[in-house]
């Protein structure tokens, strides 16, 4: 079965940095593409950033770049994003997804406030 | 970038009914596209991909078309368990982008 579940997410102060992790299961990353995805409380949805099955060609959203890193560890199946210069509206529920003819597979979600 | 504009933001409906959204796209396309069904406190799950193929283990009550700039996902008869908010997804240029979501409420 297909699992991601995030995690690090939490509390930061404007100007920080904070690192969230998606752990997968079921399945390989480094056989697929992955991304974050996210959403503001109430809002819509809002693709971040895109790392390929080599680990080498990313994607990210004007909104993030330069702040946001993706990245993934193939031993510990693990997907991260790094984000440092936080501001107050990056604010939101970050999800971890795993990209097949789009997006197919979700996590359940990190809660990142910056306040 | 290309916009995605779903029609209606919202929509009343009653279990039985037929329903409809709608996603226009900036520019073609082509199939990359996606349909997702997202419940309160609940990550999205995707219903439709490809334009038109059914996710394995969805109703078939849901269906996609269309292809180039106009998307459809119909409800057939809606269920108790559909009401939720919908988005489109495109895949086809980065950045990828959503359809502002449309809320299917119960009339």
């Known amino acids: 079965e297909v699992q991601l579940v995030e995690s690090g997410g939490g509390l930061v102060q404007p100007g920080g940095s904070l690192t969230i992790s998606c752990a997968a299961s079921?399945?390989?990353?480094?056989?697929?593409?992955m991304h974050w995805v996210r959403q503001v409380p109430g809002k819509g949805l809002v693709w971040l950033s895109q790392?390929?099955?080599?680990?080498?060609?990313?994607n990210y959203a004007d909104s993030v770049r330069g702040r946001f890193t993706i990245s993934r560890d193939t031993a510990k199946n693990t997907l991260y994003l790094q984000m440092s210069s936080l501001r107050a509206d990056d604010t939101a529920v970050y999800y971890c997804v795993r990209g097949l003819i789009g997006l197919d597979y979700w996590g359940q979600g990190a809660l990142v406030t910056v306040s | 970038d290309i916009q995605m504009t779903q029609s209606p933001p919202s929509l009343s409906a009653s279990v039985g009914d037929r329903v409809t959204v709608t996603c226009r796209a900036s520019?073609?396309?082509?199939?990359?596209l996606g349909w997702y069904q997202q419940k309160p406190g609940r990550a999205p799950k995707r219903l439709i991909y490809?334009?038109?193929s059914l996710q394995s283990g969805v109703p078939s009550r849901f269906s996609g078309s269309g292809s180039g700039t106009e998307f459809t996902l119909t409800i057939s008869s809606l269920q108790p368990e559909d009401f939720a908010t919908y988005y489109c997804l495109q895949h086809h240029t980065y950045p990828w982008t959503f359809g502002q979501g449309t809320k299917v409420d119960i009339k």
């Open positions: 790392i390929d099955n080599y680990g080498i060609d990313t």
């Open positions: 520019q073609d396309i082509r199939n990359d």
């Open positions: 079921g399945f390989t990353l480094s056989a697929y593409w």
């Open positions: 490809a334009a038109s």
